[in-house]
Structures are given as C-alpha cells and as structure tokens.
C-alpha cells in the first residue's frame, strides 16, 4: 500500500477554507491535524537537529580529542627531544668527566714517572760524581806515571836517536854493497852488443830489487867460414835480492866453468853437470840447504848456411816461432830443477830436444817472473795471456816486440808491488 504524504501547508490551507465557509468543525479537524503534523514535523525537526547536534558535538568531540592527542603526542615529542638532550648533554657531560678523570690520572703516573726518573738521575748523578772523583783520583796518578813515563821516554828517544843515526849509517853501508853487488851483478852479464853480432835480439830484465835473482848467460864459440855456436840462458834462481844475486853469480860462474873450460857442449850434459856443481858447492847433501835455480838453456848452431837447435831446459819451457807456418810453439822442459836435493827429482834425466830452424824464425827463452806478475784484482797474467800476446807481435821488430811486452807489463801491474824477477830474452835468426 503506498503511503501518500500531505504536506503540513496543505491541512492550514483546508482549515482556512472551512473556516471562512463557517464550518468550524472541519476547520478545526483540519487544524487540528496540521498542528498534530506541525508536532511531528517539529519533533522530527528536533530530532534531527538533536541527532545532527549530537553528530556535530561527536564529530568536534571527536576533533577535539584528536586535537587534543595530536598535542598530546607533539607535546610528549617534545618532551622525548628534550629528554634525548638532556640525556646527550648527559653522555657529553660524563665523557668529558671521563677524560678528565684520565687525563688526571695520566698526569699523575706521569708526574711519579717523573719523580721516579728524577729520583734515579739524581742517584746516577751521585754515582757519576762518584765515579769522576775516582777516575780524577785515577787521572792525577796516571798524570804521575805519564810523567814518569814521559821521562824514561825522552831518555828512550836520545836512545833510539843515536841508534837510528848507527843503523842509518849502517843502512847506508848496505846499500853502497848492495849497489856495489849490482855493479858486480853487472859485469857478469853478457855484453848487449855481443849478442848483437849473431841475432836480431831484445832482453827484457826487470829485477825486483836493486840487485837480481834471475840473469841471463850468453856464450860464443866462432867456426870458421863464419859457422858459429852460441849457448844462451835465462836463469831464475832461488829467491831475489841479495840472495837470488849471490846464486846467480854462482850459477854464472859455474856455466861459464862447465862449458868454456871443461867444454861441455850439450845443454842436457851442461844442466846435469850444473846440477851436481850446485849440490856441491853449497853441501847440500849435509845440510838442509834447497837453494837452486830453474832455467832454459839453447844452444844455437849455425853451419854451412844452417841453423840447428838443441833445447833443454829445467822446467822452463822453450817458446818457438817458425817463420814459415807462423806458428807459435813451446817446447817442453824437464821437470827438475838445478840444485836443491830432492829424492824424486834424482830419477830424472835431463834430455836433449833438437830441431832444424830458418832465417827470421824466433826463439824466446822467460823465467817466470812476466807471467806470475799480479794485478790489482791478485790475478796472475799467466802463461796463456803471455803467449797470445807473442803471437801477436810476432812479425814485429824485436825493438817494438819489446815496447809493446813492457807497455803490457806496466798497465798489467799498475799500483801493483813487481812479485818476482822478469827476464824475457828474444832471438831472431838472420
């Protein structure tokens, strides 16, 4: 069933109409009814308002309360900003606490640290004046002994003043034998010239001291039709200086005995008699003597437009140079030297090396003095560097085969004290 709604105006204005006809008892029905429905308007009006009222004062309540909770929570906010200050101005407040606090007490152990180290300076500087008052005590008696000593020195040094103007004298009767000894040396020497007349030659003789263990021997026997044989010799005897000198003039003497007088004529009959001469003259049988020497010893024939070699030497080797092939050769020594008794060296012969040789060729004959010379570094220049070298000049004059050996020499041992003797005699065959 539908409900139809009159509007409130509606009854007002049915009222109106019956009451102007006269007819007051509709009139007052119709008001009636639109004074019930005015009520119920009203009453529904204020209802309404009430319920939107209500709406209204819950809706602002509602505001109210989330205004107030928002301030609320903006206020603890606050608070907990203020509490997190208060409680960083703590922490802050407390580390700065703590590091003074340790500050102190770093500044306390310091300072006992320092006491401590002051306490044990003061007491070390105690025992230090201790000390140089002993070591002043100390002083003065050593003053007093250096006094003394300095007394007994002065009378020591007019002493040894005296004694150095005896050995100063000495010394210088020495050296006047020694040069005297050099003088002798000398004249036992081959004449340069001498050789001359038979070879082309140079004679490279460098002795370590004033006077000479090594020397060199030459000796001529003339043919006729102008055949001729030489002997020469490059000897290295025992020792230099004084010493060496002394065997050599023995040793010279005693070659010149052997083959101008008791005309031995074979280099290995010539060192085996030298050998027993040496054994003898300084009795080396009885006594504990070992003084010799070693030595290369050629003799040169030249007959009928020839040349013939006979080599032997007492373990120093022959150097070779044929003209022809330009080969450089050595001929083996005997490993034995002159003099000196040694049981094994008694059971080796000496032996005769022979062969033909041509105009232009060359014969060296070295002790080992060149190649046993050291260098700066302590290293021998050797008998390989040596050889090399010979082989290298070996179409050279015999004047520029001796400037260039000697050039080798000086650069080889520069601020370098000469070891030994040298000798190196060339021959070259005309």
């Known amino acids: 069933m539908k409900v139809v709604l009159i509007p409130n105006w509606y009854y007002m204005h049915l009222a109106n109409i019956y009451n102007s006809k006269g007819n007051y008892k509709e009139a007052y029905n119709y008001m009636n009814k639109y004074s019930k429905l005015k009520i119920e308007i009203f009453d529904e009006q204020s209802s309404n308002q009430v319920a939107e009222m209500e709406t209204k004062y819950e809706t602002e309540k509602k505001d109210k309360e989330i205004e107030i909770k928002n301030l609320t929570l903006e206020q603890n906010d606050e608070k907990m900003k203020l509490q997190r200050k208060l409680i960083y101005l703590f ?206 010893l050629c003799k040169i024939e030249y007959s009928n437009n020839e040349y013939n070699i006979t080599f032997e030497g007492a373990k120093r080797d022959l150097i070779y140079m044929e003209y022809k092939t330009g080969e450089l050769k050595k001929i083996k020594a005997t490993r034995k030297s002159i003099g000196g008794v040694i049981k094994t060296q008694n059971k080796i012969e000496y032996t005769d090396k022979n062969f033909k040789a041509n105009s232009n060729d060359i014969i060296y004959l070295t002790t080992d003095g060149f190649s046993d010379q050291n260098n700066s570094e302590r290293k021998r220049y050797g008998t390989v560097k040596l050889l090399e070298k010979l082989d290298f000049i070996k179409n050279e004059s015999m004047q520029k085969q001796q400037v260039f050996l000697e050039e080798k020499l000086d650069n080889w041992q520069i601020n370098t004290e000469q070891r030994d003797d040298i000798t190196i005699i060339a021959l070259r065959l005309r």
């Not at 010239?193 to 070879?199: A, G, L, V």
């Not at 102008?226 to 200086?241: E, R, W």
């Open 91 to 296: 922490v802050i407040f407390f580390v700065i606490i703590i590091i003074f606090v340790i500050f102190l007490i770093k500044l306390f152990v310091g300072k006992k640290k320092a006491n401590q180290k002051l306490e044990q300076r003061n007491a070390e500087i105690l025992q230090q004046q201790e000390e140089i008052i002993t070591q002043a005590n100390n002083l003065e008696t050593a003053y007093q002994n250096i006094s003394q000593i300095n007394e007994e020195l002065v009378q020591q040094k007019d002493y040894i003043e005296e004694q150095s103007e005896v050995i100063k004298e000495a010394n210088e009767h020495t050296q006047a034998s020694i040069r005297y000894a050099l003088t002798i040396q000398k004249a036992i020497l081959p004449i340069k010239e001498n050789i001359d007349n038979y070879f082309e030659n140079f004679i490279l003789y460098r002795p370590k001291d004033i006077v000479s263990g090594d020397f060199y021997w030459f000796v001529n026997i003339d043919g006729q039709n102008g055949d001729f044989t030489t002997y020469t010799a490059a000897v290295d005897c025992t020792g230099h200086g004084v010493p060496g000198a002394f065997m050599s003039m023995i040793a010279s003497r005693l070659l010149n005995a052997i083959v101008l007088e008791q005309k031995n004529y074979l280099p290995a009959k010539i060192l085996s008699e030298l050998n027993r001469k040496v054994i003898k003259s300084l009795k080396q049988k009885q006594t504990n003597n070992r003084d010799g020497m070693d030595m290369c």
